[in-house]
């Protein structure tokens, strides 16, 4: 597989993952971590339907510690810090402090071998950056002291989903069927945590249902495959930038849902995360030029 093919299928990540809020709130009243229990438990047998005729695919679960406790803590990890974040603090504020984490990526890149952090790829992270917080320009609140927590929740999550990200590329030699096995270990993890903090809420009607399991194919299942993909074998660099058109995808199907308006502020940021992303692509998209000419 080429870079550039493993960079595509990264890609395809960040667009499952803009169909999550509109998925979610298809879902109606589940409580986070049922959600999360739920929607893993799919993803995770999703990957395992990938195994039939692969006998060799369950060795993929034989890993050393170190490997499921990145796994374990990038998918877990991350989720229940981002479910405390959107618990204690304005959704607004948490969701532009967690949206760090593409920038993350970026500069984390810059300490991989082989990797080289370009002054391209940061204008196109920083610019991503600003579209970001233009997109969310006028829906902040404000924050007590109570919601410090949260705030800090939400920038903890962003390093351990960055930090997650690039260290899947320090465990290139692990296949990407060993997610399915992550994805089920967070499930039961999630489901441990609902038990102990939730009142369990079952769908009562059909699209529910079906906003679940579209979850747990989707945003919560193939997404996370196709990003170990990229980032073991892709332009983490450009993924990392491109994830910036996340928030701006996401609000784009909730407009279109009927969930949300059309504003100024989201034309500014489209113009500023489309423009960051092709200069952080910049050599993938002159290769192509160059190899087409």
């Known amino acids: 597989m080429t870079s550039r093919t493993a960079t595509l299928i990264g890609l395809t990540a960040i667009l499952l993952w803009s169909l999550l809020a509109l998925l979610t709130v298809a879902t109606g009243t589940i409580p986070a971590f049922q959600l999360a229990a739920m929607t893993f438990a ?12 692969r006998s060799e695919a369950a060795a993929s679960l034989r890993q050393p510690p170190v490997v499921w406790a990145v796994g374990i803590g990038g998918l877990f990890g991350y989720h229940a810090l981002y479910f405390l974040a959107l618990r204690f603090a304005p959704p607004a504020e948490a ?5 760090l984490w593409p920038l993350l990526i970026v500069l984390f890149s810059s300490f991989l071998p ?3 952090l370009a002054v391209h790829h940061v204008i196109g992270a920083v610019l991503g950056l600003v579209g970001t917080v233009t997109l969310f320009a006028g829906n902040t609140s404000g924050f007590a002291p109570g919601q410090v927590p949260g705030l800090i929740a939400a920038v903890v999550a962003a390093f351990v989903w960055g930090a997650y990200s690039v260290l899947s590329r320090r465990l290139k030699a692990v296949p990407t069927d060993a ?11 999630a489901a441990l945590v609902h038990l102990g903090v939730e009142t369990t ?4 009607t059909t699209l529910q249902w079906l906003a679940v399991l579209g979850l747990g194919i989707g945003p919560v299942g193939a997404a996370f495959y196709a990003w170990d993909i990229g980032m073991k074998r892709g332009d983490i660099r450009v993924l990392g930038a491109a994830s910036y058109a996340t928030p701006l995808l996401s609000t784009g199907f909730l407009i279109a849902a009927g ?7 989201i034309a500014i940021a489209a113009i500023l995360i489309a423009g960051g992303g092709l ?3 910049k050599d993938m998209v002159w290769k192509k030029t160059v190899k087409s000419g």
Do not use: D, H, M, Q
């Open 42 to 53: 799919i993803g995770g047998l999703v990957g395992l339907l990938t195994w039939i005729g």
């Open 95 to 99: 969701g532009l402090l967690n949206y």
């Open 114 to 116: 082989g990797e080289r």
């Open 179 to 189: 997610v399915a096995g992550f994805c089920l270990a967070t499930a039961a993890l």
């Open 201 to 204: 809420v079952w769908p009562t």
């Open 259 to 265: 969930y949300a308006k059309a504003s100024a502020n």
């Open 279 to 281: 200069i952080a692509a």
